[in-house]
């Protein structure tokens, strides 16, 4: 069914926002690679700094959703917009390592609206809700390969600063576009009223519904997704950087008679790219396999990944790009699983909070694998490194052994 003029005008609107949230989010680590070299401190002090930016974004999560019903959807989502691209103007000027961590900040204050406030808009304002989610989805996924792939073919010919100013300028049209952008924020609404509760009216009773929510399943999901981003973010933030280090890739010449270029960022590209397969057949395979059981294979390959990938990266480039397109795959494979798991295991009544705490764990409490990364790495051996990412997807896979016995029965349905 085709959309109508409302469904398009939302579809592009948040389409936009959520491929620059992931535009900005996969270009930073990129950038860190050069801010290392540039300023002269440890990777665990930057892993920190970076973790500073990150965890906003998640942590945002729950108070934007709050935002979002008292100013309106498209109100915080033209502030999201515009606060990520002055982040990044922000992060050009930076000349010490404190100008980096305000601008990671703000960043991360900017971008965490965008989820609780996008998704809202597009469940109130659309009809066809579930073809304006995957086109959202593509988006997103857009994104996420484009961010890291235009940062590091800009950074072959120019100065990082100027990068930075080059990615913004995508956020301030969008800002801008959206200004302007008209429709209806709840010309939907009226099809989801039987299907969608109340927002806690004061903080007693978003306490009261967090403590009956996390007294049932979901306690063990959000867990779950907690470990999820703990692996998530510990590959997608230090790869790059462990790339470089690579033996195999730095005495690497892929013949295109450019200096400068960084094999290992391509790479880092490409596993973005594969990751976009994995998420759509991770997506069709809820349909087949439950998601507890998906989550516990999906772990363990992971975990067997992480350990692979030192002696992997040993034997030479071929083997090295096929392993990283396996851990792309898998790494968003998993990704549907959890949010199929989220709908399972809570009642429709819980279902935007236990939404907006999936983010929190996700995105802000994940965050916490880049200090600990970084100071893994500055500290241990790679080995070491690769090897507390197995344990964390090992102790995921446990966790979701234990939803799939203790927990067999379906709240939702």
Known sequence: MSLNANDRAIAGFTMTGHALVHWFETSIPIFLVVWLAEFDVSVGLFGLIVALGYAPFGIGALPGGVLADRYGTKRLIVFCLAGMAGSFLVLALASSIYAIALGLILWGIAASVYHPAGLSLISTGVEERGTVFAYHGIAGNIGIALGPFVAATLLIFYQWEYVAVALSVPGIFAALYGLSADFDPVAGAD??????????????????SSRALFASAFAVVFVIVSFEGLFYRGVLTYLPEILQDIDALANFD???????????????????????????????????????????????????????????????????VVLCGVIGF????????????????????????????TYLGEFGFGSASIAIGGFLLG????????????AVALIGAGLATVLLIQYRGSPSR
Do not use: C, H, W
Request: net charge negative; hydrophobic share 45%; glycine share 12%.
């Open 330 to 357: 898998f790494l968003f494979a998993i990704q549907p699983f959890y949010q199929e798991a989220v709908a399972v295991y809570t009642p429709p009544e819980g279902r935007g909070l236990s939404y907006g705490y």
């Open 379 to 390: 500290s241990f051996d790679i080995v070491v490194f690769f090897g507390t990412l197995s």
């Open 254 to 320: 892929p013949g295109l008679g450019l200096e400068g270029i960084n094999p290992g960022d391509y790479i880092y590209v490409g596993l973005l790219v594969i990751g976009m397969a994995g998420q759509y057949v991770g997506g069709k395979a809820t349909d087949r396999v439950t998601p507890a059981r998906g989550i516990i294979g999906i772990f363990v390959v992971l975990a067997t990944l992480a350990a692979l990938f030192v002696p992997v990266s040993k034997r030479g480039v071929a083997p090295l």
């Open 191 to 208: 099809e989801i009223d039987d299907e969608t509760d109340e927002q806690p009216a004061s903080l007693s009773d978003l306490l009261s």
